[in-house]
């Protein structure tokens, strides 16, 4: 049986959302701000949106460049030109579109001296926003002390600056992680709990770069032969690559709330 308030509250919304009206609308956001375990989204100051500016934008630029590289290479391989993916490879195409005797259109040598031109661009527009982004993440104190995590580097503890409420709004980190969407989604009846794939139902931005961060750490993890987490060495060897990358996302998502509520550093726990 639900409680009274909720029922109520549910009843209100249901009306406005049959008879929608601006007095309806109201009604029922007048009712829910009353509640006492109602959530508000916290207010950004202007520093924090241009932070989120700053780091939005950089993402446009670098798909952009992701989308020219991409385009660059299915063009050339129409003509027998291959390149190995990744933007370093790129370079050796560069060698082809200059050679006179490659063989290829003149106009199709042409375009894609073109699309060389505006990768290059891409690739100073999107240094310099990186430039910047280390800048102030090394200037601020709670950056700079998000930095010492594993896996979150300057553009990460930049965007979980200008995107995240402030850590204080959640008790646990658990709370944080679920309101990332890292958590798993749970379906529950009579009494049994069911676990599934992890809901997506947070800040997609943060989530993408706290996976990737994850990411970037079992790589290295795997080029060396071993790390200094035994947490992570276990679940690398018993689950694949990625899944053990959503869960060491939601462990550092816990991490991310423990040092910004304590104002602590990192400090990698010792094997047993």
């Keep these: 049986m639900l409680p009274r308030d909720v029922r109520a509250l549910r009843h209100i919304i249901r009306a406005a959302t049959y008879h929608k009206n601006d007095a309806a609308d109201a009604e029922a956001i007048t009712e829910a701000a009353q509640r006492p375990t109602m959530h508000f989204v916290a207010v950004k100051t202007e520093a924090q949106q241009a932070q989120g500016m700053l780091c939005r934008t950089r993402d446009l630029l670098v798909r952009q460049r992701t989308q020219t590289i991409n385009a660059l290479r299915g063009h050339l391989a129409e003509y027998g030109v291959v390149a190995p993916q990744g933007r370093a490879r790129i370079r050796e195409l560069v060698g082809v579109l200059e050679d006179g005797d490659c063989g290829l259109p003149e106009a199709v040598v042409e375009l894609g001296r073109l699309l060389l031109g505006r990768i290059d661009e891409l690739d100073e527009k999107v240094n310099r926003l990186d430039r910047e982004l280390q800048t102030s993440a090394r200037e601020n104190e709670e950056t700079a002390r998000l930095m010492t995590i594993p896996g979150v580097g300057p553009v990460t503890a930049m965007a979980l600056q200008a995107f ?109």
Excluded: C
């Design 164 to 272: 995240a409420p402030p850590m204080e709004s959640f008790r646990r980190g658990r709370d944080f992680s679920a309101w990332l969407g890292l958590v798993p989604r749970q379906h529950t009846t009579g009494g049994k709990p069911r676990l599934g794939r992890i809901s997506k139902m947070g800040q997609q931005d943060l989530r993408r770069l706290l996976v990737t961060g994850a990411m970037s750490v079992i790589r290295h993890a795997a080029r060396r032969g071993e790390t200094a987490d035994p947490w992570l060495a276990g679940m690398l060897a018993r689950k694949p690559k990625k899944v053990v990358a959503v869960a060491l996302a939601n462990r550092t998502a816990r991490v991310v709330w423990a040092l910004s509520t304590r104002g602590e550093t990192y400090r990698i726990r010792a094997a047993a």
